[in-house]
């Protein structure tokens, strides 16, 4: 399999440069942590933008209107327009607010997203840190969110920001579990968290079909849960606007108000990111068993940009949902959880054990 | 049985949940559905619900004819006093004396388009136009006169 070009050879011709350029490795891995940094930074910024961009346009489609469509060809500088609004406005913080908490909390929001996209594959041996625990890693650095979530609620001094905060972390640990467990049932058909080893394991198929219906039952669990999880319509009771005005973070503006809109459309990638890479194969093309001609073809198509498209899918999917369900009541919410998902993921799970036991799982 | 009620909830759920999707589906992947309308630029071809109202207008035929008794039924009925009828008598061929229009004022900058005073009218005089972009820059332009200069009475309208 040869592709024509790929990021993995970037990566490497940029670290052979750079050993060249300062042969001390203490220097030369300072100076790669530094790209990367940038490159994540930068590549996250872009990330929100379109997917700012694409939500208000699906919002708009699946609601009849048109979106914006004014500023830039077909409204795609609209957004920029909006990141201008936000930085020019005062970063205030209110009178009777914790201070520090109240300034610290976005950080935390953004520090816990860019950490979770760590392990992510983004392509062929592109990958920011393989550690043999990733999935692990994804599901218990995700969850350090809530702190900053409540952090933010309780330091406004505001009733309805801790209303959303308090609600946002009663949600958070109960969808917590069908995450984990959904998680669970592909580290089992699979014996490795290594995220390089998941993806490697899905190149006859991948898991959604190589896994039958336990896998099916298992991706349908994650996408709900993973939507109440980074608090979307129609789990959004956080920040239910007709309710709380806008739940925890109703308090902030300008850029720290940009924050949590950034970690919040990251969160949104790395969970779809997650789906596409744990059950859709991450870059693995689309094969069919044995035909050769079609599967040469796929081969052709960058892993990257199949990385890319699974994960789009996913988020489509998940703003499909946004804009058709009504959001649910807080009883409801937990009813879901603890009586629906929570058991099923459970027989879920041992239905798979049943599978790798047998081992119909290919 | 509980756990097939269980399993009942389930199924039905699922199926609302996806007829919804279906929806909203196929809203997105038909955008010729769209219902805004970019308005400055789409003058020519706007499109409006037949139940728009923009303003009362007298509709008059070629012969300068309107079919307005001046009963001020739509005077009664307005809620704001943003009709004002003036009547006049006027003497018929037989020597009989008759009451008929003057003047139909009709003051748009007092009208919330209730459409009170069309459904009022007893021959039908009266219509909502869909004319809407009523915005001047005096305030006197406002109050308008809807029965054209020298109209009459349509022959056959008591």
Not at chain 1, 315 to 342: G, H, S
Request: with cysteine; glycine share 6%.
């Amino acid at each position: 399999m040869t592709l024509l070009y790929s990021l993995s050879g970037l990566s490497y011709h940029i670290q052979s440069w750079l050993t060249r350029l300062l042969g001390n490795t203490m220097a030369v891995l300072v100076s790669e942590m530094v790209i990367v940094g940038l490159c994540l930074i930068g590549f996250l910024v872009l990330l929100s933008f379109t997917l700012g961009y694409m939500e208000r346009r699906v919002a708009a489609f699946m609601q009849l209107r048109l979106g914006p469509n004014r500023v830039g060809p077909k409204g795609t500088l609209q957004i920029i327009a909006d990141t201008i609004k936000l930085l020019f406005k005062e970063g205030l913080t209110p009178t009777n607010a914790d201070k520090f908490m109240f300034n610290l909390a976005p950080y935390i929001m953004i520090i816990t997203t860019m950490l979770v996209t760590a392990p992510l594959a983004f392509a062929r041996n592109f990958q920011i840190w393989d550690l043999n625990i990733g999935v692990f890693y994804v599901s218990a650095v995700s969850s350090i969110s809530v702190i900053g979530i409540l952090m933010a609620g309780w330091s406004s001094n505001n009733k309805y920001s801790l209303l959303g905060a308090m609600r946002s972390g009663a949600q958070i640990v109960s969808y917590e579990l069908s995450i984990g467990l959904s998680l669970i049932s592909i580290v089992i058909l699979t014996g490795s968290l290594r995220i390089s080893d998941i993806v490697m394991s899905q190149q006859n198929g991948w898991w959604i079909f190589k896994g039958h219906l336990p896998a099916l039952i298992a991706f349908v669990i994650f996408i709900v849960a993973s939507t109440a999880e980074i608090n979307r319509a129609p789990f959004d009771l956080a920040e239910a606007e007709q309710e709380l005005t806008a739940g925890f973070h109703t308090e902030y503006a300008g850029m720290k108000f940009a924050m949590f809109l950034l970690s919040e459309y990251v969160n949104l990638f790395i969970v779809s990111a997650l789906a596409a890479t744990l059950f859709l194969g991450g870059w693995m093309p689309f094969h069919i068993g044995s035909w050769s001609g079609f599967n040469h073809v796929m081969d052709f198509i960058p892993s990257s940009l199949w990385f890319m498209g699974k994960t789009f899918f996913v988020i489509f999917i998940i703003m499909w949902f946004r804009w058709t369900f009504p959001r649910l009541r807080v009883d409801q919410l937990l009813n879901l959880e603890w009586k629906y998902l929570l058991p099923i993921s459970m027989l879920n799970v041992l239905l798979m054990t049943l599978v790798a036991l047998l081992g119909w799982h290919g | 049985m509980f756990i097939t009620e269980y399993f009942k909830t389930i199924f039905r759920s699922v199926k609302s949940l996806l007829t919804g999707m279906r929806l909203t589906g196929y809203y997105f992947t038909h955008p010729s559905k769209t219902l805004t309308q970019e308005y400055p630029d789409n003058r020519k071809e706007l499109k409006l619900a037949d139940r728009f109202r923009g303003e009362v207008v007298m509709p008059h035929t070629e012969a300068n004819e309107h079919r307005c008794t001046g009963c001020q039924a739509c005077e009664l009925a307005c809620p704001n006093g943003t009709i004002k009828i003036i009547t006049k008598q006027e003497i018929l061929p037989d020597g009989k004396k008759k009451k008929r229009l003057d003047t139909m004022i009709y003051n748009l900058s007092m009208c919330t388009f209730c459409n009170l005073c069309i459904v009022a009218c007893p021959s039908d005089a009266i219509t909502m136009s869909q004319d809407f972009e009523h915005s001047v820059l005096d305030r006197s332009k406002l109050r308008k006169i809807l029965n054209k200069p020298d109209s009459k009475l349509m022959e056959g309208v008591e």
